[in-house]
């Protein structure tokens, strides 16, 4: 008969009593320690710089919540009620909350991360976060990300919310694809949304409109800019344009400056001049215009074969002349350039 006995099979089964009863001992004795273990200290991590949430107002949440914490027993603390009392400030994305054996109550919050700050048609001022969610801005602190206004219908009603228009979707991709360019993030300085609803793009370097359209084919159209800044721009300029448009896929069309417009101030009116957004763009120097000429050029490598259009309007400044400046005489006055882009990719 003994020989009949599953011996591993019984010193497995009483391996797993054993464990099963130390766990059961284990858990009564920490639920004996949590019965006399107080509350000594309440640490509160914050990481990062942007500080939209301060440490005293976490410490409004717990006091309004659980009232004073340090010198209670641990047992009689609902750290998931303050969990969910902090999750609720629109500015936390998560909130981790637990107590050691010391009496330590640690909090790690992780902020929300805003990509795109919006005003709106209304002239109201939202922020749209890294997760596509609609947030409040707030009074201690001003994020240095992209900014975004003109003809923009999304209407916010001051709480987390998520993007309701097509429109405001594509300014968050947009903004998102920006972002994870060091080219674009320093170039672009704005976005603004003309009266057909169409995504303009205010460059820090040169005086045009970059006419995007909307967030369709998004890395093809960017991949199409960057190809005529590296070709054409080193010949023909950075102000010899007043709009380059690329909301068509493989090319790109340019109208030239007239001869007569203040090219320094050409479109400056469209950059947003708001005390409520100041001190969030980036600092516009002769630095930073060296930098984006520098990325732009640094991986050139255009064959001698190739002569972009662009280049052959240096060759005709004596148009103006040939005609009288009168209503009838448009060439002169707007020359449209296209270039196609398909061998550039």
Known sequence: M?????????????????CLAGLVVLMGFVDLKKQTVKCSNVKILIPGADNFIEREEIDAILKQSQGTLIGRNLEQINLNQIEDKIKANPYIALAKIYADMDGVIHIEIKQ??????????SNQDFYIDRNGLKMP??????????????NIGEHFGGKLDTLKSKLATDLYKTALFLKSDTLWDAQIEQIFVNDKKDIELIPRLGNQR?????????????????????????????????????????????????????????FKPLIIKDPRISGGNKAVDSMVKNEIIKDIMSDTEVTPEIKPKPAEVKKKPAVPEKKPATATAKPAAKEKVKTDTKKNK
């Not at 994020?143 to 003109?150: F, K, M, P, Y």
Request: some cysteine.
């Open 2 to 18: 003994l020989r009949r006995i599953n011996w591993k099979l019984v010193f497995k089964s009483f391996a797993w009593v054993i």
């Open 112 to 121: 929300r991360q805003p990509v795109l700050r919006v005003i709106n048609a």
């Open 137 to 150: 801005v707030s009074s201690n602190f001003t994020a240095n990300v992209l900014v975004a206004n003109g």
């Open 210 to 266: 970059i006419i995007l359209g909307d967030a369709d084919s998004l890395e093809v159209k960017m991949r199409n800019l960057r190809a005529f800044y590296k070709e054409a721009m080193p010949k023909v300029g950075w102000d010899t344009y007043k709009t380059i448009n690329i909301k068509y896929t493989n090319q790109v069309v340019c109208e030239r400056t007239k001869p007569d417009s203040v090219k320094a101030n050409a």
